[in-house]
């Protein structure tokens, strides 16, 4: 079965850092460009991040651009988030989702990790 | 990047269509043939319904449809059923390996 399971969300100060991880599992993860997307409570989905097949190429929305790293390990079937320099707005469920070369979107989803910055 | 315009809320009686709009510029929707559509369902994660504007992946019903004109998505939901009911994100390229989902819609089944 094809599955991504994220781990790593909780509660964390202002100014904190976490760091997620997205297990892969049921296809051959290296093949593949990762994206988080994250959504605030009772708010909409935002595109957080990506990154390439083989990591030469990482993308960041700008409200996040400094502060998060995205990375991955093939060899361990890994998606990673660091956070550092948490603020009050990252607060949210923080998804990871597969981007299908075939299709351009993100056709698997993991069940998401709930982040919640707040003092 | 702004997030595409969507309506609040949509609703319709069983059996019944619905159509979802989303508005972005030419420098997403209008630029690229690369809208999708996803539902979620309450405390769920998102899934895959509509891609590359009009294209259904397996398992999808035919009963979802989707389309664009100049700077507009739409999602059609044909045969309306309870459930349906779910909310529903565009999604669209916005060059430069960026991506802009939709405010979101609610569809209610009346």
């Known amino acids: 079965e094809v599955q991504l399971v994220e781990s790593g969300g909780g509660l964390v100060k202002p100014g904190g850092s976490l760091r997620l991880s997205c297990a892969a599992s049921?296809?051959?993860?290296?093949?593949?460009?990762m994206n988080w997307v994250r959504q605030a409570p009772g708010k909409g989905l935002e595109w957080v991040s990506s990154i390439s097949s083989s990591s030469s190429y990482i993308y960041y929305a700008d409200s996040v651009k400094g502060r998060f790293t995205i990375s991955r390990d093939n060899a361990k079937n890994s998606l990673y988030l660091q956070m550092n320099s948490l603020r009050a707005e990252d607060t949210a469920v923080y998804y990871c989702?597969?981007?299908?070369?075939?299709?351009?979107?993100?056709?698997?989803w993991g069940q998401g990790t709930m982040v919640t910055v707040s003092s | 990047q702004s997030a595409l315009t969507q309506p609040r809320s949509v609703s319709g009686s069983p059996g019944q269509s619905v159509t979802i709009s989303c508005t972005g510029t030419?420098?997403?929707?209008?630029?690229?043939?690369?809208v999708s559509w996803y539902q979620q369902h309450p405390g769920k994660a998102p899934k895959l319904m509509i891609y590359?504007?009009?294209k259904r992946p397996s398992g999808v019903p035919d009963r979802f449809s989707g389309s664009k004109s100049g700077n507009t998505a739409s999602l059609t939901i044909s045969g309306l059923q309870a459930e349906d009911e779910a909310d529903y994100y565009c999604?669209?390229?916005?060059?430069?390996?960026?991506?802009?989902f939709g405010t979101g819609t609610k569809v209610t089944v009346l």
């Open positions: 030419s420098s997403d929707v209008g630029g690229y043939n690369y």
């Open positions: 999604c669209s390229y916005a060059g430069s390996y960026t991506w802009v």
């Open positions: 989702a597969r981007e299908s070369p075939l299709v351009e979107a993100f056709d698997i």
């Open positions: 590359d504007v009009s």
């Open positions: 049921g296809f051959t993860f290296s093949s593949y460009s």
